[in-house]
């Protein structure tokens, strides 16, 4: 009887402790709690692009983005209007925004850092702009060189780049020097990107900042 009592004691402890390892992984392999599933941004025009990026004068061109968090990949969503019909562009995830939080150009800005091709767009007759890309992008998106220090690179921000170089001449670029976003690598300048938080100065596709580090990291 002792033995017996011993026996299912030792059982009912072990399945207990196999019950707690389980939901101790099942609360490590889920997002922080300051994560969410959805998250909504626009993107601004670069002010010295505009006049070639607008469909007329007297409109603004607006781009609004929408991700939704998956479980093996996440959906990202573009819709744009009031841009010039036709107009081709290149987007991409980079590391840096050429914008302050205001929409304001940078005066302190060198180079767009880390940046990842996700997709071409196209403006419609009416200059719309619709596509989806399904990728990681929330809290995870990185890129790295074992050849760098530091070696990985998070590329929090989405904008889109005149694909044609010669649209944006008329805004005083020098086609002549293209920049490298197409798969050509030689595209125009930026059309439109998202902005830094103000208090973070991360890109909107990070929605858990760790503001305990310095600068302010994400938490993946």
């Known amino acids: 009887m002792n033995r017996f009592t011993f026996t299912f004691s030792t059982v009912k402890k072990m399945v207990l402790s196999a019950a707690v390892a389980v939901a101790g992984f099942s609360v490590a392999s889920q997002p922080s709690m300051a994560q969410v599933d959805a998250i909504q941004f626009d993107l601004v025009a670069h002010p010295k692009n ?129 920049t490298p976003f197409n798969g050509e690598h030689k595209a125009g300048p930026v059309a439109m990107i998202s902005v830094p938080d103000a208090n973070t100065n991360l890109g909107p596709l990070c929605t858990d900042p760790n503001t305990n580090t310095n600068p302010p990291t994400c938490n993946p």
Request: charged content about 15%.
């Open 50 to 178: 505009l006049a070639c990026l607008q469909s007329s004068p007297n409109v603004t061109p607006k781009a609004h983005i929408t991700v939704h968090r998956g479980k093996l990949a996440d959906t990202l969503t573009i819709q744009a209007q009031n841009i010039k019909p036709g107009l081709q562009f290149d987007m991409f995830t980079v590391q840096r925004s050429a914008l302050l939080s205001d929409g304001t150009v940078d005066p302190l800005f060198t180079n767009f850092g880390f940046a990842w091709y996700q997709s071409d767009l196209t403006a419609d007759a009416y200059g719309r702009i619709n596509a989806n890309i399904k990728t990681i992008l929330l809290d995870q998106i990185f890129g790295f060189d074992p050849d760098l220090s530091p070696n990985n690179f998070n590329a929090f921000h989405v904008g889109f780049w005149f694909n044609d170089p010669n649209t944006a001449v008329p805004c005083g670029f020098d086609a002549t020097k293209p």
